[in-house]
């Protein structure tokens, strides 16, 4: 399974950082500053988490990250891409070098576990054979192998948290980004899903995280990039929710 | 492989999407027969009354009833002159017998008898030059120099019987177009509807399917395929009916329109094709518009 995560191709510089934001600024039509002179770098193969209140900036932040949208000041740079100079036919695979995973889960209901990943393949024009072969591995490591004929009504929550985070890692992105993932999921589930992830990041993937349970984040005492009023208050490594000093 | 896989998933994708949405796309594809349906008829009128007039322009001929008693010598003359005129093909004398042969031929053609009243009555008809014309246009100037000729009585000619047919062709031209670019505007909006129905229906997967990398053409194709789907099955429903109806029609078409037998024969061949590319071209414009409106606001 480690091979499935390790065989990407290494296009980027390894030692570059995988995120790179430079002076970033972010300001809506109406005058609303959603981020302001962010500096941040993320290296290969790092946790990160981004916490900070609602209307803090973080899903701005997450939105420039996949070219959703482009920052009014700055430079964004994503898995050696450069995002404001990226031509609009090349989003498609910076978006291939990300997954991401939401806290709705975003499956589609008609489709079954194996569907949906296979989903993500299909609209990007994979070969059948590739597949047949990367959805079981995928389900594999997400443990859903058993569930695979279910449509997500028959799942639970952590079930179709899974089922996401498998689609996200169909194309073996660089980064995963994860929105609050364990924003509608109970305790115990949702450390289920953080062993998930920390089980990819040790494969490889860089991962953010985007949330609000501070009892994660103190347990696993990882880099925490926090936000308030679009900036950037705190960048501290192996640290806790709120500043400790 | 990589073409043909996106050729394939389109394809699957805009089946799906048609029948998923059934309700709007038969109705969609309703609209585009009806549109097809009038379209048809127009061509067919118009193409009737086309030839009826292709076919008046080659009968276009002057008579010239010429002065009672003009000597042969001066017939002749006349004759020549006539013949040497731009636009002229040949000129025929019809004596005053060889007129009123024609008269009763035309009266037992219908089934009557030309009655004169007193048999021995001495009634005559004009003799007359029938000139017959290489160019129609040149009807009015050879029909100028005659009537001013003091050996011709009277000029008859069927210009005037001809700018009405061609008047009337103009009209149904003109009405026709309107009407069905009307019609056509209509059965776009309805498409524009359908599809953008069937693309919001499916935000949630287009999301999913931009945000894992997805390709414009991956989500754009299936959506305009599927309104392609409809005016293919609007074309092909349309041609069905015009092909049952062309065999009595065509008959008529000859008859009536004077339509020559081998373009008649052709008709149906060109009809179909004219409206199979309107069936497919409105439905591909109809959800191109829709989609790249959809996904241009999107972005």
Redesign the interface.
């Known amino acids: 399974m480690t091979s499935l995560l390790r065989r990407r191709a290494r296009t980027e510089n390894a030692d570059a950082p995988v995120i790179s934001m430079v002076d970033v600024g972010m300001t809506y039509p109406n005058g609303k500053v959603a981020l302001a002179d962010v500096n941040v770098e993320i290296g290969r193969g790092d946790f990160v988490f981004l916490v900070g209140p609602s209307g803090a900036g973080k899903s701005t932040f997450i939105r420039l990250l996949?070219r959703e949208q482009l920052p009014t000041t700055g430079q964004v740079q994503v898995a050696g891409r450069d995002l404001l100079h990226m031509r609009?036919?090349q989003v498609?695979?910076?978006?291939?070098r990300i997954g991401?995973v939401f806290q709705d889960f975003?499956l589609?209901p008609n489709k079954t576990v194996w569907e949906n990943v296979a989903?993500?393949l299909?609209?990007?024009?994979?070969?059948g054979t590739t597949t047949r072969q990367r959805v079981p591995q995928l389900l594999n490591l997400v443990g859903l192998h058993e569930h695979a004929h279910h449509l997500p009504t028959q799942l639970s929550g952590g079930e179709q948290q899974r089922t996401a985070i498998a689609?996200?890692l169909?194309?073996d992105p660089a980064i995963l980004i994860a929105d609050e993932p364990t924003g509608n999921l109970d305790p115990v589930t949702s450390w289920e899903i953080i062993q998930l992830l920390i089980q990819i990041n040790e494969l490889g993937t860089t991962v953010l995280m985007a949330t609000h349970n501070q009892e994660i984040v103190n347990a696993m005492r990882r880099r925490v990039l926090a936000l308030e009023g679009g900036h950037l208050v705190r960048d501290e490594s192996a640290a806790a929710y709120e500043r400790e000093y | 492989m990589g073409f043909l896989r996106f050729v394939g998933f389109s394809v699957v994708r805009a089946w799906q999407g048609f029948w998923r949405n059934a309700m709007m796309s038969l109705a969609a594809t309703a609209t585009v027969i009806l549109m097809l349906v009038l379209l048809a008829s127009l061509l067919i009128v118009i193409a009737g009354l086309n030839s009826g007039l292709e076919f008046i322009e080659s009968k276009v001929a002057i008579t010239a009833q010429l002065v009672d008693d003009l000597p042969a010598d001066d017939r002749r003359a006349l004759t020549e002159e006539v013949e040497a005129l731009p636009g002229v093909a040949s000129v025929e004398y019809v004596s005053p017998s060889a007129a009123m042969d024609r008269l009763r031929e035309s009266y037992r053609e219908v089934g009557r008898e030309l009655d004169l009243g007193d048999p021995d009555s001495n009634i005559t008809l004009f003799a007359s030059l029938e000139i017959s014309l290489t160019d129609p246009n040149a009807s009015g100037d050879v029909g100028s120099v005659l009537s001013e000729h003091d050996d011709v009585e009277r000029v008859l000619t069927k210009q005037a019987q001809y700018d009405t047919l061609l008047g009337v062709i103009n009209v149904i031209r003109t009405v026709g177009i309107i009407g069905v670019g009307l019609v056509g505007l209509t059965v776009l909006f309805m498409i524009i509807n359908t599809i953008r129905i069937a693309v919001y229906s499916r935000a949630n997967e287009i999301e999913i399917m931009r945000l894992v990398g997805a390709s414009d053409s991956f989500i754009r194709w299936p959506f305009i395929l599927e309104g392609i789907l409809c005016g293919l099955v609007g074309a092909v429903i349309t041609i069905a009916l015009v092909a049952a109806v062309w065999d009595p029609i065509q008959p008529a078409m000859v008859r009536i329109f004077q339509m020559p037998t081998a373009v008649s024969g052709r008709f149906l061949t060109t009809i179909s094709i004219v409206l199979f590319a309107v069936g497919l071209g409105v439905g591909a414009v109809g959800s191109w518009i829709s989609v790249r409106s959809y996904l241009t606001a999107a972005r």
């Open positions: 996949i609009h036919g498609p695979g910076l978006r291939r991401i975003r589609l989903f993500a299909d609209v990007t024009g994979t070969a689609r996200a169909v194309h």
